[in-house]
Antibody
């Protein structure tokens, strides 16, 4: 069964840094674009970042551009999100998700369970 | 930047009834780029509909999507108690945008 498992969340002080990881199983990460989506406590879903299957293209939400970086190691079937200059408003559950494309139609179809980041002094 | 506005914010219906959830875009969206998700408390989102009207694998035919341009609708017929959840629309592209969600309560 295709699965994504995130790790690396924790409590970090404002201004600090953290790296999240997401390991894929039962499919090849290198065949898919991948995303990070976050959800602040009691709030809706917010797209954070996406990178292409070969990591040559990436995009970021305005709220994180310049502070977060998405990367991957396809040989390890692992996606990363590097978070720096963290703020209180970055506190959220961070989901890793797969973006599947076929015949010009795409969808985020596989989601992990998420890892929690709390920014607090 | 495209903004997706979902309505109503909350919908309370009874089992067996029909729900219509709206997702309105601030500018024209390609139907192929519009997805719908269900999220229950403590769970990750679940894909229901992609390309505005195509049901994802394993989704009951009680769930259907329609619309084009700036107006899209998720319809759920014969409501069941387990349909109680938040529902989000998503438009992907160079930037991805989620709607703010509709809370569906089954009384």
């Amino acid at each position: 069964q295709e699965q994504l498992v995130e790790s690396g969340g924790g409590v970090v002080q404002p201004g600090g840094s953290l790296t999240l990881s997401c390991v894929a199983s039962a499919f090849m990460l290198g065949s898919f674009a991948m995303c990070w989506v976050r959800q602040a406590p009691g709030k809706g879903l917010e797209w954070v970042a996406t990178n292409s299957h070969d990591a040559k293209s990436e995009g970021y939400a305005d709220s994180v551009r310049g502070r977060f970086a998405i990367s991957r190691d396809n040989s390890k079937n692992t996606l990363y999100l590097h978070l720096r200059s963290l703020r209180g408003e970055d506190t959220a559950l961070y989901y890793c998700a797969r973006h599947y494309w076929k015949n010009g139609e795409g969808r985020i179809d596989v989601w992990g369970k998420g890892t929690t980041v709390i920014v607090s002094s | 930047e495209i903004v997706l506005t979902q309505s109503p914010g909350t919908l309370s219906l009874s089992p067996g009834e029909r729900a219509s959830l709206s997702c309105r875009a601030s500018q024209t969206v390609s139907s192929s780029d519009l997805n719908w998700y269900q999220q229950k408390p403590g769970q990750a989102p679940r894909l229901l509909i992609y390309a505005a009207s195509r049901r994802a694998t394993g989704i009951p035919d009680r769930f259907s999507g329609s619309g084009s341009g700036t107006d899209f609708t998720l319809t759920i017929t014969r409501l069941e108690p387990e349909d109680s959840a938040m529902y989000y629309c998503l438009r992907y592209g160079w930037q991805y945008t989620f709607g703010q969600g509709t809370k569906l309560e089954i009384k």
